[in-house]
């Protein structure tokens, strides 16, 4: 399997080691790589910032945009399952 690269753009925390994620709301899971979780996690904070305030800046929702875009790109099956 091809070694994934995060992309330029994102500036959020890389970890070191994957972990089994749970759609709270299907009960589905999905094993994800230290990359694809860094991703995951940013994308459900984000998430979480937009449904709790207001006043968040352009570039977040952007950088939230960029980032389902690289996951659905990189890991089609593990989006459809977590975050579709």
């Known amino acids: 399997m091809k070694k994934q690269k995060l992309p330029k753009w994102f500036t ?3 970890y ?4 089994e994620v749970t759609n709270p ?11 694809e979780l860094s991703i995951y996690d940013f994308i459900m904070g984000c998430q979480a910032v937009f ?3 207001s006043g968040y800046t352009q570039k ?8 389902l875009s690289w ?3 990189n890991n089609a099956k593990a989006y459809m399952v ?3």
């Open 82 to 84: 977590l975050l579709d």
């Open 25 to 35: 709301f299907s009960g589905e899971s999905y094993e994800l790589t230290a990359e």
């Open 16 to 19: 070191t080691h994957g972990a």
């Open 60 to 67: 977040i929702i952007n950088d939230f945009d960029k980032a």
């Open 12 to 14: 959020g925390e890389l």
């Open 71 to 73: 996951f659905r790109t």
């Open 51 to 53: 449904a709790r305030q």
